[in-house]
């Protein structure tokens, strides 16, 4: 069943805001469905290749996040030694500066949002986390950010 997921979490996946560390590729974001069940991303979105990611990332001083900042999402397992990059680096986030959230998610701009994953899908299980991460050299604030993966490519099935 389709849900979109965002740094409010959901009934069935746990969201955690972290904060990340300047100069350095760190997780803002984790998410892990509860126990019992599996998160599957898609890299298929309405027929065009890589995953919608609606953002407004705000730094502790009150800015966007710096025009050159990078975001990927990571894969992180209890046996992996440190969480794997599993989508193409976003080189800037100028689409997250200059549109809302809602001009984002309009059909004319979504194209300007997609992370291609390096696979077809991702399956995460409830020990498991995906994460987005930046590599920015301000700090985000949570309080004056959010972030949202659309619905269409995420499935939440029982194990």
Same mark, same amino acid.
């Given at each position: ?7 409010? #979490?959901?009934?069935?996946?746990? &969201? ?27 890299? @298929? ?13 705000? #730094?502790?001083? #009150? ?13 992180? &397992? ?19 500066? !200059?549109?809302? @959230? ?16 390096? #696979?077809? !899908? ?10 987005? &991460? ?20 995420? !499935?939440?099935?029982?194990?």
């Amino acid at each position: 069943m389709p849900e979109t997921l965002s740094n409010l #979490g959901t009934s069935k996946v746990d &969201a955690e805001e972290r904060e990340n560390v300047t100069g350095q590729m760190t997780e803002i974001l984790a998410l892990s469905p509860n126990d019992g069940l599996r998160l599957i991303l898609s890299n @298929i979105v309405d027929g065009m290749e890589g995953i919608p990611i609606y953002a407004n990332l705000v #730094g502790q001083d #009150g800015d966007p996040l710096p025009l050159d900042t990078k975001l990927v999402l990571r894969w992180d &397992a209890p046996h992996l030694d440190q969480p794997q990059v599993v989508s193409f680096a976003l080189d800037n986030i100028r689409q997250y500066r !200059t549109l809302s @959230i809602k001009e984002q998610q309009n059909e004319d701009f979504r194209d300007r949002t997609r992370n291609e994953l390096k #696979g077809r !899908t991702l399956t995460v299980e409830d020990n498991e986390e995906v994460q987005v &991460a930046v590599l920015s050299s301000e700090v985000i604030d949570w309080a004056a950010s959010e972030v949202y993966i659309d619905e269409n490519a995420v !499935t939440v099935r029982s194990n």
